[in-house]
C-alpha cells in the first residue's frame, strides 16, 4: 500500500530558477502538437494560467516552466506530469530516500521517470525506475528529456492519426493504443521494458580514491555516469548489503550522474 506524502513539501530553497527560455522551443512545439492534435492530446495548464485551483507542489526551481504548463494528457493518460498532487514513497520510489531529492514527471504503479534534484534543488538527470527499480539514464537534464518526450508525443499522434478519426475508435481501444506508442516511442527503452543484451551498465562498485568528488558520506557504493550515455542502466539491487536489500537509499551528486548506496 502507497504511503501519501505531504502536498506540501519542504522543498530546498538554494535553487536557481530553470529559466523558460531554455525550453520556450520545446513547450512551444509542444503546444503546436496538441493544437494540431486535439482530438487525441491536452495540455493541462500550469499554475499561472489554470482557471482552477491545482494542487500540485513542484519544485521552487521549476517555478517559470510550471506556471505555464503543467502536463500533456494523451487520450486521456497522463504522459507527462509537472503537477503531482499525491507522492508515494513505495513501488518504483522505493530506494529513493529523501523526497525532496527527486520529483516525478511520469508514473504507474510499477514505474515511473524522475527528475533528480540536488541538496539545493537544482534540477539534474532524468532517470527512468522500471519494475525491478534498476534505473536508466533518460536524460542528462530536463530540457533533453522534454525534447525526447516530443519526439515521442509527435511519433505517437503521428501513429493515432494513422488509425483513422477518434470518433471512429472506441475509447477503450484508442486509449490502448496511445498507451501502446507512448511505450514503444519512448517510455519501453527507459522502464526496463525491452529486453536488449547490448544496454550499457554502470556498475556500483566500492568508494575509492577515484570517488568523484560530492558523493555523501556513509556510501557503500558508487556508479559513476557522468560519461554514461543514455540508456545506460545501473542497479542498485545488486549491491550486498547486510539485512533486506530494499532498505538501502540512493543519493545523487554532480547533477544526478553519480549514483551512491546509502543505508542510513
Do not use: K
Not at 219 to 246: C, F, H, N, Q, S
Amino acid at each position: 500500500m502507497s504511503t501519501p506524502m505531504n502536498n506540501s513539501l519542504p522543498w530546498p530553497t538554494g535553487a536557481e530558477v530553470l529559466p523558460i527560455a531554455t525550453v520556450r522551443p520545446v513547450l512551444d512545439r509542444l503546444s503546436s502538437l496538441v493544437t494540431t492534435h486535439a482530438d487525441d492530446a491536452a495540455l493541462v495548464p500550469g499554475l499561472a494560467v489554470a482557471e482552477e485551483d491545482v494542487a500540485g507542489d513542484p519544485p521552487p526551481a521549476l517555478e517559470q516552466l510550471t506556471d505555464e504548463l503543467g502536463g500533456i494528457t494523451v487520450c486521456g493518460l497522463p504522459v507527462l506530469d509537472l503537477l503531482v498532487e499525491n507522492r508515494t514513497d513505495v513501488g518504483p520510489y522505493t530506494l529513493l530516500g529523501d523526497t525532496t531529492a527527486y520529483y516525478p514527471l511520469y508514473e504507474t504503479p510499477d514505474a515511473a521517470v524522475i527528475l533528480t534534484l540536488d541538496e539545493d534543488g537544482n534540477p539534474g538527470a532524468v532517470y527512468g525506475i522500471g519494475e525491478d527499480l534498476a534505473l536508466q539514464l533518460a536524460a542528462r537534464d530536463l530540457p533533453t528529456y522534454l525534447g525526447l518526450f516530443a519526439d515521442a508525443l509527435e511519433a505517437t499522434l503521428t501513429d493515432l492519426a494513422a488509425r483513422g478519426p477518434a470518433a471512429d475508435d472506441t475509447d477503450a481501444d484508442r486509449t490502448d493504443a496511445a498507451e501502446q506508442l507512448m511505450d514503444a516511442h519512448l517510455f519501453a527503452a527507459i522502464l526496463g521494458m525491452v529486453e536488449a543484451d547490448d544496454v550499457p551498465e554502470a556498475p556500483f562498485t566500492a568508494p575509492g580514491a577515484d570517488t568523484p568528488a560530492g558523493v555523501p558520506d556513509g556510501a557503500l557504493a558508487v556508479a559513476d555516469l557522468r560519461d554514461a550515455e543514455p540508456g545506460t542502466r545501473t542497479d542498485a539491487m545488486e549491491v550486498e548489503v547486510d539485512g533486506d536489500p530494499l532498505d538501502v537509499r540512493l543519493a545523487w551528486s554532480s547533477a544526478g550522474l553519480v549514483l551512491s548506496v546509502h543505508t542510513d
